[in-house]
């Protein structure tokens, strides 16, 4: 198959972020497909044209456009749409056997339904956030015509969409509510890269003496966007709240419109620099280091009740690496945590959020059990070679019905 895929803020895994898009991209070509990826260049560039290079076995189509988790609300809505506008030409030209649209933004759809009806292909959406769901309930949409414009773009692409995958079955249960068929709705939710991350614990020791962690020390650790969703300051209250364990120490990895926020409340609760330490932000290429020298991983998000549906790469991250997980927050993967007894749920409070880690701390090797338990985890549930061949069978079963219904007499 010809895969056009769609996705604005594709990383390889030499950029700093999620790589989902390019792990299940190198493996369609892998599958003997032909992939062209329509993406951004976020960083500066000397030039407003598009360049092509070739990034596993993916030709990868950039269009510099500027964004960061630094910029405002609104300057993040017209990145969006000038995207939208100069992919849709671009898809459009491209041989395609299908149409593959990976959200977010929910403006992807543009380009992507733009194409699939100009080359008369199918067209799959890829939600791997609830919009306009999570930006209403952050009180990013607080304008009802916004809010009814974007309403309007939801159903826009889902009624444009042969199948729908959703990351994670919250979102799926959200996908349906539209109105939208449950038998056209995959969950394929963030996977684990098990190769990756089978690293041992002295790959990440030079990571440990450079914080100056004694191995008989728990260290946690926060690696991802430092963004107003992410509600990082937690594990900086909590830091605080252990400022007088010494078996604890704290890392936080990242980079985003918190960046300053965290710092200063670091510097004010008086850890920066000495219990919690503050790194720039890492290649994916990197995470597999971190990640090892770190004893419990952690993922926080606002205490909204839509957030409790994400996929975070983070957590997956953390499961292939064997960690140890806490998160602060309800939903499916704080069940997963607690059936496998992979990690432990965290309350939205940092005093009893301390006294959680505080208990794990208090029992000799449990934090080593349950890192054993996530690796497990991540390899029965969560492997992404098999979570990619899952969706390379929801393309391939999309195109053949496709065939089907356009050889049907009229």
Known sequence: MN????????????????TRSYEFGRRLVAAGHSVSMITSWRQPSSTQDWRVT????MQVHWLPVAYSNHMSYGARIRAFLRFAFAAARRAARLDADVVFASSTPLTIAL????????QKVPMIFEVRDLW????IALGALKNPLTRSLARRLERFAYRNAAHVIALSPGMAQGVAATGYLTSDISVIPN?????EFDVARPAGQSWREQLK????????????TLGRVNNVTQLVEIAGELADDARFRFVIVGDGIERELVTRLARERGVLGRSLHLLDAAPKSAMPGILAALDVATSFVLPIREMEMNSANKFFDALAAGRCVAINHGGWQADLLETFNAGIQMPYDSAPAAAAL?????????????????RKLAADQFSRDALANQLEQVLVNVVQATALHSDEPG
Do not use: C, E
């Not at 191995?215 to 926060?222: M, R, T």
């Open 54 to 57: 070739t990034d596993g076995g």
């Open 111 to 118: 380009p992507a339904v733009y194409a699939a009806r100009r």
């Open 191 to 195: 996977s684990a890269d098990l190769d």
């Open 213 to 224: 962690v004694r191995d008989d020390q728990i260290l946690v650790g926060y690696v991802g």
């Open 358 to 374: 505080r208990a794990l701390a208090d029992q000799p090797g449990l934090i080593q059990r349950k890192g054993h338990n996530a």
């Open 3 to 18: 895969i056009v895929y769609l996705h604005q803020y594709f990383n390889t895994p030499d950029m700093s972020g999620g």
């Open 132 to 135: 306009p769901a999570v930006p």
